[in-house]
């Protein structure tokens, strides 16, 4: 065995969820988990291998490295939105009419109704370099 501890693990590239701050704690958890949905399904390289325990007992496989957590002010989120889109960075969003609907056809819809400068955003999820995902959450915060 070797005395030498592993070296950590670091990414080239980086997700962020960016959330607005007036959300209620359950509304965080929803966007959260929408949001990072599409990543996954469009990306398949930022998904790792399944788990499996002890027991042999399998499990699904998971994001590859860590999904870091923002918030924002409106007008921040805004500008994220719009940094995301120059820079042609694969993103999920979720607007504030997603909380009225029950169903992704109803979401798609909710989406499609509203021009891109008038959505109301209330998450974010954003993929790519690291650097360009930083620049794309410039201004907004750690999630508490």
């Not at 670091?10 to 959300?23: M, S």
């Not at 969003?93 to 056809?105: A, Q």
């Amino acid at each position: 065995m070797s005395d030498e501890a592993p070296v950590p693990v670091r990414f080239d590239t980086k997700i962020a969820v960016l959330l607005r701050e007036d959300l209620e704690p359950w509304q965080r958890l929803n966007v959260t988990a929408f949001l990072v949905s599409g990543l996954g399904a469009e990306i398949p390289e930022v998904i790792g291998e399944p788990y499996e325990d002890a027991d042999g007992v399998g499990y699904l496989p998971m994001f590859r490295q860590p999904v870091l957590v923002f918030e924002a002010t409106k007008e921040t989120l805004k500008t994220a939105h719009a940094r995301a889109l120059s820079r042609a960075l694969p993103r999920a969003l979720f607007t504030s009419d997603l909380f009225t609907t029950g169903n992704d056809r109803d979401n798609r819809a909710a989406v499609r109704a509203v021009p891109t400068g008038e959505l109301d955003l209330v998450g974010l999820a954003v993929y790519g370099p690291r650097n360009g995902v930083d620049k794309v959450v410039k201004g907004a915060r750690m999630h508490p």
